[in-house]
């Protein structure tokens, strides 16, 4: 038995695209309907085909769903969800896919009072964006983090993890602060490191542009992919995961001049037992199946 008849997408760029075309490869008898604020990104959509109704408004895209994801990045998801809390019908599912659950869950518990919330987080993505740049096997093998408030309803968050297995993700269900201090370490501030990093190159008066594209080696080369992110989503993921972020960049700064005092004082052995450690955590993550161990990243030459 298929957990949702109908599921409601809003917000069709990759995350959003990825979904409905997972479902389709996945559930194809699921009726899927979305709604996009980006009139150029709903004609787009309507090229595709990804969706049964294509809706002018979120509020006429909710209507009839059992389950709603609102795919907007988390600083629109209050003012999304006052829009769509008249339409949406009372024994709906509503979850979202931000990387940020706190703020979110606050957000939705507030717009949408007595209604079956589940936040999820799939944690998948790349650097690219809009509904072009989705694909149906972008969450398999992946983690979706669930973090339903105290109190949910365990059939609704049964049926939503049951949604994101048969799309391929492997399921944890955490609380949502929790959940934040987490992806603080393991997401935002790897992606803040990397803004600043090619912030800071593109800055340089002594290196041109030219000379910084030319020699990038490796490692500047996958900062710049993860910089090429969305710049909306991540704006708002920063501010409304601001404390756990800045918890993590303190404690990442006080590292980072340990660090520094190690160079200027030729400590190589702290140098070496830092490098021997971080080698291990690779090497954890390649046991989990989280990033490919092919030479290269798995990249094609």
Same mark, same amino acid.
């Given at each position: 038995m298929l957990p949702f008849a109908r599921v409601s997408v809003i917000g069709l760029g990759l995350i959003g695209s990825s979904i409905v075309? /997972?479902?389709r490869d996945t559930m194809p008898t699921v009726h899927l309907s979305? #709604? &996009? *604020? &980006?009139?150029a990104v709903? *004609?787009?959509v309507a090229? !595709?085909? !990804?969706v049964d109704d294509l809706a002018d408004s979120a509020g006429a895209a909710v209507t009839d769903a059992d389950l709603v994801i609102l795919c907007v990045p988390p600083g629109a998801i209050g003012a999304v969800a006052r829009e769509i809390a008249a339409d949406v019908p009372d024994d709906a599912v509503v979850s979202d896919v931000g990387s940020s659950k706190a703020a979110v869950l *606050?957000? +939705? !518990? /507030?717009? +949408?009072?007595?209604? #079956?919330i589940v936040p999820a987080h799939p944690v998948a993505g790349t650097e690219h964006s809009g509904p072009d740049a989705g694909f149906a096997t972008l969450f398999k093998g992946r983690w979706c983090i669930l973090t339903p408030p105290p109190g949910a309803d365990p059939i609704a968050v049964e049926r939503v993890t049951e949604f994101w297995r048969r799309l391929g993700s492997d399921i944890e269900i955490m609380d949502a602060a929790h959940h934040d201090r987490v992806l603080a370490i393991t997401s935002h501030l790897p992606h803040l490191i990397a803004y600043t990093?090619?912030?800071t190159a593109s800055d340089m008066e002594e290196v041109t542009r030219s000379e910084v594209i030319k020699f990038s080696a490796g490692g500047f080369r996958d900062f710049t992919?993860? /910089? *090429?992110? &969305?710049?909306t989503m991540w704006r708002d993921v920063f501010l409304s995961n601001r404390d756990a972020v800045l918890e993590m960049l303190?404690?990442?700064t006080e590292d980072l001049t340990m660090l520094q005092r190690a160079i200027r004082w030729g400590d190589g052995d702290q140098l070496f037992d830092l490098f021997t450690r971080t080698r291990a955590v690779r090497r954890s993550i390649l046991e989990e199946g989280q990033d490919d161990p092919a030479p290269d990243f798995g990249r094609r030459h």
């Open positions: 075309r /997972a479902v979305g #709604h &996009d *604020a &980006d009139p709903r *004609a787009r090229t !595709l085909g !990804l *606050a957000d +939705l !518990l /507030a717009a +949408l009072p007595g209604r #079956h990093i090619v912030g992919r993860i /910089a *090429a992110s &969305d710049p303190q404690r990442f």
